[in-house]
């Protein structure tokens, strides 16, 4: 039994490409409060292309020239904006009651994304180097230390702190929106409620 | 920007203008994004 | 399509749609977005607190923190894991301490890492310090406390001018020369590179100058001044007029609400993680909690979402 030939089989079978990228979806996704996710994305896009940049030249950059500090700042409300659509895009997943008809772990991979998400900010707070870091960072401690993380997490070490953000959560985030996105796809958008009622009208019974 | 901002306190609660901002456009563009109509366009029966 | 999944859209009209154009289309609004807000508001950067600014604006609470570190007195020294044995700032979730549990990873030793040590480095240069440090180093115990109750009583009355600090005299023994020289050093921006120092040459780990600086009143002064203090709401605010961690909200109200802040206080940290983490794995079980997973059917916000569809009668 070649592994290869089954893993391709699997592949092609669990991740058909017209089941990724559909150029059709239910005429019931007719509504703004669907682009939330895809403006998390883009905020992602842009937080990983300002944090390469801003990786790349460093910290005495990052604080003491004025392009470093606009790509400090661009970073920062992309961190913003990223939280900001993410959130909003929970509250309609929930509003939607999204998790219906076999979706539970795509809802569970967005939760998971969402507190890994907060981790990363976390890292992202105590590694600017700045007031902000020192205080974060020292308040942080006694949080991490009360429940034993503090003993292997150590938010007073940079050079622990920037490993976390500039490789490992990052990296940690994408693979689990890759999750997120391929559960959407493969199992495609949540029929909306039956509407209750005694004239119940069925357009999206579960065939 | 870096002066100490201003808060508000009702009670127990303290929040920070640029932290009320943010949460009030987060429910502003939530519910903006219910509400604004949108755009119709073409379908067919599958 | 597989076939559960045509199953499910059974009589369902679909309608083209371009994810790809949607993709791209927000990444340009959110990037133009970003650069707006960075161009029109910056972001937040304040500078740094360094050993020198606090010994230098504040010196009594510098060698106060200095002498505590001597003496074993200090918060540091009683904080107990990972730093060391003791139980200052040990919390328990009921009878468990799990900070106990993991034990002491990251050793320090305030008298060694924030006197001593330091002192020593330095001692070459400066035989009355060398002196002092022997006498100190071979008399007894008892005799070491006594002159640091001695010199503790002194610095209680001690007078700062700016960064000047005037000692009464004492009989603190070679205490005041060592307490005198870590002001110097303290004042010189050596202690910066001091408390930084281990045996490598590059240095990524600052745990021993930031668990120094965290209990000086210059840093709780300019935390309190941007409103950061976790009693406060500190942990989703921001220096200068910046949002913060808006989404650590229901983690720091914790913080703000009994029995967090009265039968828990001693152990708020533990309790509040143990409390979030509780709470987050039921929005992630959501799905399976009967009751709450039938929250959204029950709040009518689906029926403004797919209004058009219910409108068309499913075919909208």
Redesign the interface.
């Known amino acids: 039994m070649s592994w290869t030939s089954s893993l391709q089989r699997k592949l092609s079978e669990g991740l058909p490409y017209d089941q990724l990228l559909p150029d059709e979806q239910p005429a019931y996704v007719h509504s703004y409060v669907y682009l939330f996710g895809v403006a998390t994305i883009g905020s992602f896009v842009l937080l990983v292309v300002t944090g390469v940049i801003l990786a790349a030249f460093g910290p005495q950059w990052w604080h003491g020239a004025a392009v470093g500090h606009f790509f400090n700042s661009l970073h920062f409300w992309a961190a913003q904006a990223f939280f900001f659509f993410m959130v909003v895009h929970l509250w309609t997943a929930f509003f939607q009651g999204a998790w219906r008809d076999g979706r539970g772990l795509t809802w569970v991979s967005g939760v998971v994304t969402f507190l890994v998400s907060i981790v990363t900010a976390f890292t992202g707070y105590v590694s600017q180097q700045n007031f902000d870091s020192q205080w974060i960072a020292t308040q942080g401690k006694d949080a991490m230390n009360s429940v034993g993380v503090g003993a292997f997490f150590n938010v007073l070490n940079f050079g622990q702190m920037y490993g976390f953000h500039v490789f490992i959560m990052p990296v940690v985030v994408a693979g689990l929106m890759g999750v997120h996105l391929t559960l959407v796809r493969l199992r495609g958008v949540v029929r909306p409620y039956d509407l209750p009622g005694p004239s119940k009208r069925r357009v999206s019974e579960v065939a | ?7 508000f306190h009702w009670g ?8 009320l ?3 009030a ?2 429910i502003l ?2 519910a ?5 109509p ?1 755009p ?7 | 399509m597989m076939a559960t999944k045509r199953a499910y859209y059974a009589g369902v009209r679909f309608a083209p749609y371009d994810l790809v154009k949607e993709f791209v289309f927000a990444l340009a609004a959110v990037t133009v977005l970003v650069i707006v807000l960075a161009a029109l508001l910056s972001s937040p950067d304040v500078p740094s607190l360094t050993i020198k600014t606090v010994a230098t604006q504040t010196p009594q609470n510098y060698v106060q923190l200095e002498l505590d570190s001597l003496d074993g007195n200090g918060d540091v020294a009683g904080y107990g894991p990972p730093y060391n044995h003791q139980s200052g700032s040990v919390q328990y979730i009921g009878p468990v301490s799990v900070q106990n549990l993991f034990g002491v990873h990251i050793p320090v030793n305030p008298a060694r890492d924030y006197v001593l040590g330091p002192l020593e480095q330095t001692r070459r240069s400066d035989p009355a310090l060398a002196a002092a440090l022997q006498t100190f180093r071979t008399a007894p115990a008892t005799t070491q406390s006594k002159w640091e109750a001695a010199y503790n009583s002194a610095l209680l009355k001690a007078k700062q001018q700016g960064s000047k600090l005037t000692i009464p005299s004492c009989s603190c023994g070679p205490v005041t020369l060592m307490m005198s020289r870590l002001l110097a050093l303290g004042q010189s921006g050596a202690m910066d590179g001091l408390l930084l120092t281990s045996r490598h040459f590059y240095q990524t780990d600052y745990t021993r100058p930031l668990l120094f600086m965290n209990y000086t009143d210059a840093m709780a002064n300019k935390a309190t001044k941007y409103n950061l203090l976790g009693s406060t709401w500190g942990v989703m605010n921001e220096t200068g007029n910046y949002p913060g961690q808006a989404w650590l909200w229901l983690y720091t109200l914790l913080y703000q609400i009994p029995p967090y802040t009265t039968a828990w206080a001693a152990n708020t940290d533990a309790l509040a993680i143990l409390t979030v983490t509780i709470l987050s794995l039921l929005l992630l079980l959501l799905p399976w909690i009967p009751g709450l997973n039938r929250l959204p059917r029950i709040i009518p916000v689906y029926r403004l979402i797919w209004r058009h569809h219910y409108r068309t009668g499913g075919n909208g």
């Open positions: 920007m870096d002066a100490p901002a201003h808060y127990f609660i303290l929040i920070s203008t640029a932290n901002i943010v949460i456009l987060m563009v939530f903006a994004a219910i509400l604004v949108y119709s366009g073409k379908g067919k029966q599958r």
